[in-house]
Structure formats: structure tokens, C-alpha cells
């Protein structure tokens, strides 16, 4: 049994959606490592192959072309491990198959973030928020170690981020009223953006998805991070961005609580504006569809209106 060569991603991802075309394969690697293989549990979400294997261990394979994830995944988990008070998966088993490289890492315990964020009640949703803030200010306390090697570097990523935005917002199809400003916006970004300050680990999606939770006598609390694939070194502020657009949805009292969770005593104008150009300059960014504030795109009539919008005080 061999894992095939796939010409892109689209290839990957018809592969991918046929598990029985590598599932096979998949637990023939768990074999090897002397793991059982009785109850595997595919995962149809994800931008890898994931398959857990029982309650406690999880194999990811990454094809070829994703490389750079499986790298960045394995370089996270081990500079982080030891370092932060929230568990994140450890590696147990590392290797290669027809190459294709994958991790097998620890199972953690807790309740998705997605299934359970939008059932919760308003307190709860700000102690969560100043949680993550913390979380994000704990990862970035880390010493980068490897980390610092991964390509793109802060300053060469920014500057292609920036070359494409216009077009990429115009693709995607951003109103017209917003486009306009974007010129400016992406001026004023070459000097609101720290390009050569000391980096710090970017997750880059801390968003309801990867994370756990787990529910003690009525209160809901962070349990667990994963999904490490996407990291860069770079400027702090850019890790904001996910629980901003995902999460906060505009609410005063949630900005606070993410923004003093992370250290920010204050929201003055220069912060609103770089974290505004770090949302439009985001390596995921789609405004259209990760804004979750509803009716944001008539309630505001340029950037500047939109920066106060998602980032209200």
C-alpha cells in the first residue's frame, strides 16, 4: 500500500475525501508503531489526513505539498511543551511514508470550542475571551528556539501580504466602499506594523475550532489547543485577529475581556488601525465571511467606520 503522488491541492483534496482510499495505509502506519488500531475514528474536517486512534492519540499525515505544515506543527509542539499552563497535544510517534510525512500526537480531553460557543450566555463568553487573551500572551512569552527559521520570515510574508490585498479583497468580493479605502489603509500599514521588532510565535487561528473547553460547576474554561500548522514568527498583534472576527462579534465588554487578557490596558485609534490592516493583510483573511457581526456590511460605510465597528471603545 502506498500513499500516491497528487498533482495539487485539489487533488489532495478528492484524496482525502475518500477515506477508504487511505485509511488502510493509515492504520498500517499506526501498526508500525505498535499502536491499536481497533477503533480508528476519521476526522472529515482538517486540512490534513487525521485519523484518531481510540480515546487517547491522534495520526496526522500531511501530503507532500503541505509540508510546511507538518514542520511547523512538529516545531510548535515541541518549543511549547513544558511552557504553557493549557495542555496542547504531545508527539509520540513521528515519521515518514512514501513522502508523506505525520505526527502521531496525544488525544486531549475537553468539548469543541465551536459546539459549544454559540450556546453560551454573555458572562461566560467574556471569561473565555480574557482566557484566550491570556493564552495567546503565554505562547508568545516562549522563546522561539526553531521556530524563528520558518519561511516565510515577518517582513518578506507582510510585504507579499500586502502586494496581493487589494486584489485578493477585490476577488473575494468586498464592497466597493471599502476597497476604496484600502490604499490608504495599506500606506498607513507599512508604518503601524512593527516589520523588524523581535518575533514571537503566531499561531495565526485562535478561533472556536481549536480549541477545547471543559465545563466545572456551571463555568466554561479552556481545556485544550491544537492545530499548530499554520505558525509564523512575527508581530504579536496578528494572533488578535482571529477571536476579534470570530468571536468578539463587536461586543464591547468581549473586546475588553480578550484585550486586557492579552495586556492591552487601552484600544486608542493607532491600535484599531493596525489591527484593522493586520485583518485585511491576514494569510486567511475574507472579511465576507469571518466577520461575525451581523449586518456589519451596512452598518458601516468605510474601513474607519468598520476598525470602530468590530473594535468598539
Known sequence: MKLPHLADA???????????????IAL???????????APHVFATGTNLVVGLGEKLILKIFPPLLRAQFVS?????????GRLHLPIPEIVAEGERDGWPYLVITRLAGTLGSEVWPLLAEDQKGRLLRQIGETIAAVQR???GPLAEIEPGWDAF???????CKARHTRLGL?????????????????????DAPPVILVGEYIPQNFLLACDDDNWSLAGLFDFGDVLAGWRDYDLLGPSAFMAAGRPGRVRSLLEGFGYATLDYALKRRLMALMLLHRASDLNSHVCIEGWQDRANDLA?????????
Do not use: V
Not at 498500517?28 to 481497533?38: C, E, F, M, P, V
Not at 506543527?73 to 511543551?81: H, I, N, V, W, Y
Open 10 to 24: 485539489e487533488a489532495f483534496r478528492a484524496f482525502r475525501s475518500d477515506p477508504p482510499r487511505w485509511l488502510p
Open 175 to 195: 464592497a466597493p466602499k471599502f476597497l476604496e479605502g484600502l490604499d490608504d489603509l495599506l500606506r498607513d500599514a507599512a508604518k503601524l506594523i512593527p516589520m
Open 142 to 144: 516562549a522563546p522561539l
Open 28 to 38: 498500517d502506519i499506526a501498526r508500525s508503531h505498535g499502536l491499536d488500531t481497533s
Open 73 to 81: 506543527e512538529r516545531g510548535s509542539l515541541a518549543q511549547l511543551a
Open 305 to 313: 467606520e468598520l476598525q470602530d465597528l468590530i473594535w468598539p471603545g
Open 158 to 164: 507582510m510585504r507579499a501580504q500586502m502586494q496581493g
